[in-house]
């Protein structure tokens, strides 16, 4: 099994430009997560989802959009990108809301 | 929600046992204990998970007093691996990581 494996490890964007972030998952597990960690710093949970086509706000949503179409995927778009989102994005998934098991990362520089 | 405090850093030496307190203050009735690892350049991993009294697995012990507003996770035999930064979590619906505890073992 692969586990949680995140698309791309690294990326640059130009303020303003736009992408997304695809996290998929083969343990069949119903509750996924997107985290973002600035350095030195905890992580904070950004958007989560119970199940498939179910998403809910975390604690900093603002600026990010998810979609949670397949129960393996979870993805994360930025729609206008900001130097204020510059950091180490983790994805997570779960069975239940505990035993989180998580993805390398994806770290992302906006210039 | 339940707010979690724990020491900002630790140091130890390799071969000691390194115990690490968290505070919960506030934990909830249904919330459980959870205690994760980072090391650098990776995603957390789970180490373990306990409601009350006493949990061991292979990696660490959880100790966790009756009235449950701290916990102390417990590293038998340390060595330089396991310098990381260690999370402790109170999963209710919110979901707060913290700023974790920097663990550094010395030679």
């Known amino acids: 099994n692969a586990g949680v494996t995140q698309t791309p490890k690294f990326r640059v964007l130009k303020t303003g430009q736009s992408m997304t972030l695809l996290c998929a998952q083969d343990?069949?597990?119903?509750?996924m997560y997107w985290y973002r960690q600035d350095p030195g710093m905890g992580l904070r949970l950004i958007h989560y989802?119970?199940?498939?086509?179910?998403?809910a706000k975390g604690e900093v949503p603002d600026g990010y959009n998810v979609s949670r179409l397949k129960k393996q995927n979870f993805l994360l778009g930025l729609e206008s990108a900001a130097p204020s989102q510059t950091s180490v994005y983790f994805c997570?998934?779960?069975?239940?809301?505990?035993?989180?098991?998580f993805g390398p990362g994806t770290r992302l520089t906006v210039t | 929600l339940a707010k979690t405090t724990q020491p900002i850093s630790m140091d130890s030496y390799e071969g000691q046992e390194v115990n690490i307190t968290c505070s919960h203050n506030?934990?909830?009735?249904?919330?459980?204990i959870t205690w994760y690892q980072q090391f650098p350049s990776q995603g957390p991993r789970f180490i373990i998970q306990?409601?009350?009294t006493k949990v061991t697995n292979e990696v660490a012990s959880l100790f966790i007093p009756a009235d449950r507003k701290s916990s102390t996770l417990s590293l038998p035999r340390v060595s330089l691996s396991d310098t990381a930064v260690y999370y402790c979590?109170?999963?209710?619906?919110?979901?707060?990581f913290g700023k974790g505890t920097r663990l550094h073992i010395l030679p």
């Open positions: 506030n934990i909830a009735t249904n919330d459980y």
């Open positions: 343990m069949n597990h119903e509750y």
């Open positions: 989802s119970v199940g498939e086509g179910t998403t």
């Open positions: 306990g409601y009350k």
């Open positions: 997570a998934s779960s069975y239940a809301p505990y035993e989180q098991y």
């Open positions: 979590l109170v999963e209710d619906d919110k979901i707060i």
